[in-house]
């Protein structure tokens, strides 16, 4: 019965090449994020999605290009991988509402590069 | 724009001793604020929220905050410190953008308990 589920949970790759994470919550939100942390533990927002509709795009590199094939499944796909990737990847979700809900995290995904 | 500073990287304490982590915001608008907890290669787990009403807000574990308008604070603390509570403590502010919402999160806090 998790509720924020991601694959996979480590990832190790080579520089340039192109690598996915998948993302699925079951906690019935409607609304779902991509977050990331660095190697000092600073988070910070790239991506939300709201009912598969791309809504927040902070200052990513177009490398990363998230997909929301349906409201419970966000995945992010990586191309051409660079050292400074190398982050923990998380993934969250939420209901939406006139007051913020908490956000739900995923267990996270280690990405090293190589 | 809406921000968050912890104060303190490293907090230390004696089980059970008194826990407080501090957390200032920087907000134009009423702020809604949130505490998570990371432990160890985990995600973050939600330990409390403030929206709206009381200000002193009860969270999981023995936590609980208090949101001073006056101070712009949003300050963590626990009477009596656990083993258990080691860990990373994370202050975040919602930031509303583009019909939705995210979380600009403070640069975090690391709680070692002593024995």
């Known amino acids: 019965d998790t509720a924020v589920s991601q694959t996979p949970k480590y990832l190790v790759t080579q520089m340039g090449n192109d690598k996915s994470i998948k993302c699925e919550q079951n906690?019935?939100?409607?609304?779902m994020y991509w977050y990331k942390q660095d190697s000092k533990k600073f988070l910070k927002i790239m991506f939300s999605?709201?009912?598969?509709?791309?809504?927040i795009n902070e200052t990513v590199p177009n490398r990363f290009s998230p997909k929301s094939p349906d409201k419970a499944h966000l995945n992010l796909h990586i191309n051409s991988l660079e050292l400074g990737d190398s982050a923990v990847y998380f993934c969250?979700?939420?209901?939406?509402?006139?007051?913020?809900?908490?956000?739900?995290f995923g267990p996270g995904t280690r990405l090293t590069v190589t | 724009a809406q921000s968050v500073t912890q104060l303190g990287s490293h907090v230390s304490v004696s089980e059970g001793a008194l826990v407080l982590l501090r957390c200032n915001y920087s907000?134009?608008?009423?702020?809604?604020l949130f505490w998570y907890v990371q432990y160890p290669n985990q995600g973050l787990q939600l330990l409390l929220k403030y929206t709206t009403g009381a200000t002193l807000v009860k969270g999981i574990n023995g936590f609980e905050a208090e949101f001073k308008k006056s101070e712009t604070s949003f300050h963590l603390t626990k009477p009596s410190a656990h083993m258990s509570d080691a860990a990373e403590y994370f202050c975040?502010?919602?930031?509303?953008?583009?019909?939705?919402?995210?979380?600009?999160f403070g640069k975090g806090t690391k709680l070692t308990v002593n024995p």
């Open positions: 969250a979700s939420s209901r939406r509402g006139a007051i913020p809900y908490e956000q739900y």
């Open positions: 906690l019935g939100h409607d609304t």
């Open positions: 999605y709201n009912n598969k509709e791309l809504i």
């Open positions: 975040a502010v919602s930031v509303p953008q583009g019909g939705s919402e995210k979380l600009v």
């Open positions: 907000s134009s608008v009423p702020p809604y």
